[in-house]
Nanobody, 125 residues
Framework: VQLQASGGGLVQAGGSLRLSCAAS????????MGWFRQAPGKEREFVSRFTLNTGHAAYADSVWGRFTISREKAENTVYLQMYSLRPEDTAVYYC???????????????????WGQGTQVTVSS
């Protein structure tokens, strides 16, 4: 499975961005797709995830109510719509996918076998 993330950029605080993660290869083998982010000097952290067969979405507390994850099934693409962006949202955002077989929580990056290349999101104050 290959993941291609896009949609990052520079935005002012309070603005919006939409990230895309397109899956190719064998996207049907994946069970959950998610987004993580890594700010400078910090560890990578969970942002959101989407269970492909149920449509269930989950979010980190820090983005709940501001970010929305969704999927376009025909395009094998997962989106992360980000509203009310804050300077603390500045990070490299990574999309990831998992078959669900690894014994970690879905908010743990070690759960995910496949990773995209990352896209930079910068929020200015």
């Amino acid at each position: 499975v290959q993941l291609q993330a896009s949609g990052g950029g520079l935005v002012q605080a309070g603005g919006s961005l939409r990230l895309s993660c397109a899956a190719s290869g064998r996207p049907g083998s994946t069970y959950v797709m998610g987004w993580f982010r890594q700010a400078p000097g910090k560890e990578r952290e969970f942002v959101s995830r989407f269970t492909l067969n149920t449509g269930h979405a989950a979010y980190a507390d820090s983005v709940w109510g501001r970010f929305t994850i969704s999927r376009e099934k025909a395009e094998n693409t997962v989106y992360l719509q980000m509203y009310s962006l804050r300077p603390e949202d500045t990070a490299v955002y990574y999309c990831a996918a998992t078959t669900g077989t690894r014994s970690y929580s879905y908010s743990d990056e070690r759960k995910y076998e496949y990773w995209g290349q990352g896209t930079q999101v910068t929020v200015s104050s």
